[in-house]
C-alpha cells in the first residue's frame, strides 16, 4: 500500500510565478490536510478537505492561496504570484476513515520544498 | 478551539537515560493524542498514539500516558539512543468528527553519545 505521495519534491519559482503542489492520499483515505513548516519551527495548519469540500481552511491565508481536492485526481495547494516569504516546506497528510466516515489518524506525506528567488 | 501546549522546547539527555516530554490540551471533547516524530528533512511520522478510554500505552521503549482529568499527556523514551535524536511533536483532537488535529510546538531532543 503506498504511502502519503507529494509532487514536486523540490519546486524553485520566481517571485510573482505561480506555485502548484500535489498530494496522493494514501488509498482509501478521504481526508486531507495541508501543513507548512518554516526551517526550525513547527508544524503549521494550513487547510482540511474532503473529496470536494473544504472541511476547514482557518490556517490558509485569505490571498493568493487555495486548495482543491477534486472527485477525481490529486489534492492540490495553490499559491499565485509568489513571494520570498512563501519559501518553506509544504508537507500533506491523509487521514483514514472511522465507520461513516470521520477522521482519524493523519500519515504525512514527504513534503514539497518550495523556494521563491 | 482546542490549544496544545508542549514543553521543553529542547532536550538533552545521555544515552541510556530516559526522556519524558509534556502537553497539555485545553478542549475537554479531545479523544484522541498522536506523537510524531520527525528527523531533520523528513517527514513527521507516527511513533504512537493514545485514545481516552485508556490511560497508558507502551510500544517497546516508548509510553505514552494520559490524564484526563488533568488534560495532560506524556511521552516517555526509556534507554535513549543516539537515532532517537529528533524534533517531537504532540497532538490533540477529536477523532469521529470532521476536526483539524492540532500539533503542539514540537521538542527537539538530542541524545549524547
Known amino acids: 500500500n503506498a504511502g502519503v505521495m507529494q509532487n514536486p519534491r523540490h519546486l524553485v519559482r520566481r517571485r510573482g510565478q505561480e506555485a502548484r503542489l500535489r498530494c496522493s492520499p494514501m488509498?482509501?483515505?478521504?481526508?486531507v490536510y495541508w501543513y507548512r513548516q518554516l526551517p526550525e519551527e513547527g508544524l503549521k495548519f494550513m487547510v482540511y478537505?474532503?473529496?470536494?469540500?473544504?472541511?476547514?481552511e482557518s490556517g490558509m491565508p485569505k490571498e493568493r492561496f487555495s486548495a482543491e481536492f477534486p472527485k477525481e485526481g490529486p489534492s492540490i495547494l495553490r499559491i499565485q504570484q509568489v513571494v520570498r516569504g512563501d519559501s518553506a516546506a509544504y508537507f500533506c497528510?491523509?487521514?483514514?476513515?472511522?465507520?461513516?466516515?470521520?477522521?482519524?489518524?493523519?500519515?504525512f506525506g514527504p513534503g514539497t520544498r518550495l523556494t521563491v528567488l | 478551539g482546542e490549544n496544545v501546549e508542549q514543553h521543553p522546547s529542547t532536550l538533552s539527555v545521555q544515552e541510556g537515560d530516559s526522556a519524558v516530554i509534556k502537553c497539555t490540551y485545553s478542549?475537554?471533547?479531545?479523544?484522541?493524542f498522536p506523537w510524531y516524530k520527525q528527523e531533520l528533512g523528513k517527514r513527521p511520522q507516527l511513533i504512537i498514539d493514545?485514545?481516552?478510554?485508556?490511560g497508558e500505552k507502551k510500544d517497546q521503549r516508548i509510553a505514552v500516558t494520559l490524564n484526563k482529568t488533568a488534560k495532560h499527556f506524556s511521552l516517555h523514551i526509556t534507554e535513549t539512543q543516539p537515532e532517537d535524536s529528533a524534533v517531537y511533536f504532540c497532538?490533540?483532537?477529536?477523532?469521529?468528527?470532521?476536526?483539524?488535529?492540532?500539533f503542539g510546538t514540537g521538542t527537539k531532543l538530542q541524545v549524547i553519545p
Open positions: 497532538a490533540a483532537t477529536f477523532s469521529g468528527g470532521y476536526q483539524k488535529v492540532t
Open positions: 493514545i485514545r481516552s478510554n485508556v
Open positions: 478537505l474532503q473529496k470536494e469540500n473544504i472541511i476547514d
Open positions: 478542549d475537554s471533547a479531545s479523544n484522541y
Open positions: 488509498k482509501g483515505h478521504s481526508h
Open positions: 497528510a491523509s487521514s483514514t476513515n472511522l465507520a461513516g466516515g470521520a477522521a482519524d489518524t493523519q500519515y
